[in-house]
């Protein structure tokens, strides 16, 4: 296809062609996952499952890429499976608008995991473990403004391992047996937040699963999510690649 000529033009027609055949599941669309999914559509992946609950707000808009005045309160999957098929009229979207517990996301070639909701982000990090399905997870794009900080290793080699979100993760997995064996774009950056908000959440899943949670607002500048989510993307299609 033209729209993919210039990525031809870098990794070979045949390494377009296997991308073609590639299923990615991106587990939450805000300004990480958001730029995740759109960069794998534009590279050429030709399935993508996206996994998000929530609808646009206007808190979104200095860093979401489907967030707009336009575009506040509808539901963020909507957004994508519009967007991603007019940058690929023949990417196969699978959509999944819900809140991620344990349930079944299909079978994947890849997993980039942008959950913001410490259960789920553990839940879902533990199902790719024990399935050996292949993860990238974002550790750490709020409360920053540096993208030149972030930096791709594994979860057992995080330099900065004492960043609340990062460590209480890190703690849970261990507990489950898991110390090493996922991808993380982390960031060398050390959190700053002016004021610390938290509230309390309740989530109806599509099964009728009543779920409560604490929602801590991190600070976002528009710079280091969309950064991550990029990382991601190009971390994974780098795999996919013969010769890279």
Request: charged share 25%; glycine share 6%; net charge neutral.
């Amino acid at each position: 296809m033209e729209i993919f000529s210039r990525n031809c033009l870098y990794w070979g027609e045949n390494n377009q062609n296997t991308l073609k055949t590639k299923h990615v599941a991106v587990f939450g669309l805000g300004g990480v996952g958001g730029f995740c999914a759109e960069s794998l559509a534009r590279a050429g992946i030709g399935e993508l499952t996206i996994i998000d609950f929530d609808k646009v707000s206007t808190s979104n808009i200095n860093r979401q890429i489907i967030a707009l005045n336009s575009t506040v309160g509808i539901a963020k999957t909507e957004l994508f499976n519009k967007r991603l098929k007019d940058i690929n009229p023949e990417i196969k979207i699978n959509i999944i608008d819900d809140f991620y517990t344990d349930n079944d996301f299909g079978n994947v070639n890849f997993v980039a995991d942008a959950i913001d909701t410490m259960r789920s982000k553990i839940n879902l990090l533990e199902t790719c473990v024990n399935k050996n399905i292949p993860v990238i997870s974002s550790m750490g794009a709020g409360n920053r403004i540096d993208p030149t900080k972030l930096y791709i290793c594994d979860i057992s080699e995080i330099e900065n391992k004492n960043a609340p979100f990062v460590s209480n993760i890190i703690y849970q997995l261990k507990k489950r047996g898991i110390e090493k064996g996922i991808t993380v774009v982390a960031s060398r950056e050390k959190p700053f937040v002016r004021e610390k908000i938290s509230e309390t959440e309740s989530i109806t899943t599509k099964s009728g699963e009543n779920i409560e949670f604490t929602k801590i607002t991190p600070a976002s500048t528009p710079f280091v999510a969309s950064c991550a989510g990029i990382f991601m993307a190009s971390y994974i299609t780098k795999q996919f690649l013969e010769g890279f």
